[in-house]
């Protein structure tokens, strides 16, 4: 179990009824434990699953779901009928559960037993016929969850119930998730907007405003020690540094020194206000005098925003919220998996027939979790917003390899989930553009992949990740109850624009129904 998931656990609740007599009963229980012991023996499952008895009646049903809301560590609730299981009794209880729910329809044995079945076998295994029964009133009542469908024993089956645990557990941190924006949203940008108490109806996220004014008591604060310590101690034994970059009396190691300072202020303010992530504003930075007063940032957090990244703080550059929050969650749900994650932005495009691709980048701020090769912290001059200066950041190229990028905008009377499967390829180095960069092809091609997300209205920011896979985010979306535009080798372009259509109409009645 993944340490970082130990305070969570899911429940199982088997569905039955007592027409078929106690002693069926007894036996649904015992191999319900058996089921729940064998889920979490197999060490694919990232949560614990808990064993909840079996509901035989609605008072049972609504009872069990109660106390799964109001339980902290409760994160999901699985569902199986082992019996034919009347479904007017489930009805109540699903109406409570606010917690995500997972439908398992399995079955206790794996085979028929052809030569002894008998009644009393057929009355007891009945999964066939009550999950059905069960996944109708779901559908009646438009209850979201996922639907796994497979022999509880059998890798690909639990391998499915462990993507769902995760996005459970990216669900329940997104309940009590604090984004602090450093300064606005970037002026005349529109996909970094939108509707912040929607959102947090929607998914959970809590956003404020942090205005640069409460930094600065923070910063004030910083001991000029423990800034050394971190360049000498950290900066210089995990990151590749040029000599010149060391010597104390250089231009170069000020600025690494300062921005070292700028990482420890911005992290005793996320730890002041609890928060999980944050946003940054490169227009926004303190008194515009900072070279003479020392009252602030000489330079764009850069290297603090990717460091405090791999730390699993969330983050968006210029005020863009939406991922920010959207970055926690990924990289949340992505512990304890190869390949790492990272806030990345679409920054130009490469022509090359089938090799088509598009170079990931940002300024400065990409996660070195992705990283090929061991970063180097470099310096250089960076020309943008009010502040031109030597800037400090972490260079490198990505590893190669098949991952997914996601994104969230707000359509005005809904939020959309965009995602699509990519494939990274080698990148050149850029010696005079000294970024951390990466270059992919998205699927299932670059003219369908990017035309797509483009229709779909995506964002020119994303959140990668190497290891999650389109399962997790039509997960997310459906515990969300959120629409889902994926997009990968299958999509077809003209399909996917009409389904967009169709899918304006479908949000379209169901505000008007409600």
């Given at each position: 179990?993944?340490?970082?998931?130990?305070?969570?656990?899911?429940?199982?609740?088997?569905?039955a009824?007592?027409?078929?007599?106690?002693?069926?009963?007894?036996?649904?229980?015992?191999?319900?434990?058996?089921?729940v012991?064998?889920?979490?023996?197999?060490?694919?499952?990232?949560?614990?699953?808990?064993?909840?008895?079996?509901?035989?009646?609605s008072?049972?049903?609504?009872?069990?779901?109660?106390?799964?809301?109001?339980?902290?560590?409760?994160?999901?609730?699985?569902?199986?009928?082992?019996?034919?299981?009347?479904?007017?009794?489930?009805?109540?209880?699903?109406?409570?559960?606010?917690?995500?729910?997972l439908?398992?329809?399995?079955?206790?044995?794996?085979?028929?037993?052809?030569?002894?079945?008998?009644?009393?076998?057929?009355n007891?295994?009945?999964?066939?016929?009550?999950?059905?029964?069960?996944?109708?009133?779901?559908?009646?009542?438009?209850?979201?969850?996922?639907?796994?469908?497979?022999?509880?024993?059998?890798?690909?089956?639990?391998?499915?119930?462990?993507?769902?645990?995760?996005?459970?557990?990216?669900?329940?941190?997104?309940?009590?998730?604090?984004?602090?924006?450093?300064?606005?949203?970037?002026?005349?940008?529109?996909?970094?907007?939108?509707?912040?108490?929607?959102?947090?109806?929607?998914?959970?996220?809590h956003?404020?405003?942090c205005?640069?004014?409460?930094?600065?008591?923070?910063?004030?604060?910083?001991?000029?020690?423990?800034?050394?310590?971190?360049?000498?101690?950290?900066?210089?034994?995990?990151?590749?540094?040029?000599?010149?970059?060391?010597?104390t009396?250089?231009?170069?190691?000020?600025?690494?020194?300062n921005?070292?300072?700028?990482?420890?202020?911005?992290?005793?303010?996320?730890?002041?206000?609890?928060?999980?992530?944050?946003?940054?504003?490169?227009?926004?930075?303190?008194?515009?005098?900072?070279?003479?007063?020392?009252?602030?940032?000489?330079?764009?957090?850069?290297?603090?925003?990717?460091?405090?990244?791999?730390?699993?703080?969330?983050?968006?550059?210029?005020?863009?919220?939406?991922?920010?929050?959207?970055?926690?969650?990924?990289?949340?749900?992505?512990?304890?998996?190869?390949?790492?994650t990272?806030?990345l932005?679409?920054?130009?495009?490469n022509?090359?027939?089938?090799?088509?691709?598009?170079?990931?980048?940002?300024?400065?701020?990409?996660?070195?979790?992705?990283?090929?090769?061991?970063?180097r912290?470099?310096?250089?001059?960076?020309?943008?917003?009010y502040?031109?200066?030597?800037?400090?950041r972490?260079?490198?190229?990505?590893?190669?390899?098949?991952?997914?990028?996601?994104?969230?905008?707000?359509?005005?009377?809904?939020?959309?989930?965009?995602?699509?499967?990519?494939?990274?390829?080698?990148?050149?180095?850029?010696?005079?553009?000294?970024?951390?960069?990466?270059?992919?092809?998205?699927?299932?091609?670059?003219?369908v992949?990017?035309?797509?997300?483009?229709?779909?209205?995506?964002?020119?920011?994303?959140?990668?990740?190497?290891?999650l896979t389109?399962?997790?985010?039509?997960?997310?979306?459906?515990?969300?109850?959120?629409?889902?535009?994926?997009?990968?080798?299958?999509?077809d372009?003209?399909?996917?624009?009409k389904e967009?259509?169709?899918?304006?109409?479908?949000?379209m009645?169901?505000?008007?129904?409600?």
């Amino acid at each position: 179990m993944i340490k970082a998931f130990e305070n969570f656990e899911v429940w199982f609740v088997t569905g039955a009824q007592l027409l078929y007599g106690g002693d069926a009963v007894v036996q649904v229980d015992s191999h319900s434990k058996e089921m729940v012991e064998g889920l979490n023996s197999t060490g694919i499952l990232p949560i614990k699953v808990v064993y909840k008895g079996t509901a035989n009646s609605s008072k049972e049903v609504a009872d069990i779901m109660s106390r799964a809301n109001v339980d902290e560590k409760c994160v999901g609730v699985i569902c199986w009928m082992h019996t034919f299981s009347p479904a007017k009794m489930w009805i109540k209880g699903m109406q409570i559960l606010r917690k995500p729910l997972l439908h398992l329809h399995t079955q206790y044995n794996k085979t028929i037993p052809y030569d002894t079945m008998d009644m009393d076998f057929m009355n007891l295994n009945q999964s066939a016929h009550g999950d059905r029964e069960f996944a109708h009133i779901l559908s009646r009542l438009r209850k979201p969850r996922k639907t796994v469908i497979g022999y509880w024993k059998d890798e690909k089956t639990v391998n499915h119930i462990a993507v769902w645990e995760r996005v459970c557990a990216g669900v329940a941190d997104a309940q009590d998730c604090l984004i602090l924006r450093f300064g606005d949203q970037m002026n005349n940008v529109a996909v970094t907007d939108g509707d912040k108490v929607a959102f947090e109806q929607v998914l959970g996220y809590h956003v404020d405003y942090c205005p640069f004014s409460s930094v600065m008591p923070f910063f004030d604060k910083i001991k000029d020690e423990d800034v050394t310590a971190l360049v000498h101690d950290v900066y210089f034994k995990e990151y590749v540094v040029a000599d010149e970059l060391k010597d104390t009396a250089s231009e170069g190691y000020k600025k690494i020194w300062n921005a070292a300072k700028a990482e420890l202020t911005l992290r005793a303010v996320l730890e002041a206000y609890g928060a999980k992530g944050f946003t940054t504003n490169f227009d926004d930075l303190g008194d515009y005098n900072v070279e003479e007063t020392g009252k602030g940032f000489d330079q764009i957090p850069g290297l603090a925003s990717q460091r405090l990244m791999h730390d699993g703080y969330g983050f968006g550059a210029e005020g863009d919220w939406k991922d920010a929050c959207l970055y926690r969650t990924t990289w949340f749900m992505s512990q304890g998996l190869e390949g790492g994650t990272s806030f990345l932005e679409d920054y130009t495009l490469n022509f090359d027939g089938e090799n088509s691709s598009v170079l990931e980048s940002h300024m400065l701020e990409v996660c070195p979790d992705i990283s090929e090769e061991k970063p180097r912290l470099e310096v250089h001059h960076l020309a943008i917003g009010y502040r031109h200066t030597q800037t400090a950041r972490l260079v490198f190229t990505t590893k190669q390899g098949h991952g997914i990028t996601a994104t969230v905008v707000d359509m005005g009377n809904r939020f959309r989930l965009i995602a699509n499967d990519v494939n990274l390829i080698k990148s050149k180095p850029l010696p005079k553009l000294p970024v951390a960069s990466a270059l992919w092809i998205p699927e299932p091609s670059f003219e369908v992949g990017v035309g797509c997300w483009m229709n779909a209205g995506g964002t020119h920011h994303s959140c990668f990740s190497f290891s999650l896979t389109d399962e997790y985010w039509r997960d997310f979306a459906e515990i969300a109850d959120m629409e889902a535009c994926i997009i990968n080798k299958d999509t077809d372009y003209e399909q996917f624009r009409k389904e967009l259509r169709w899918n304006e109409m479908y949000y379209m009645l169901n505000k008007a129904l409600r």
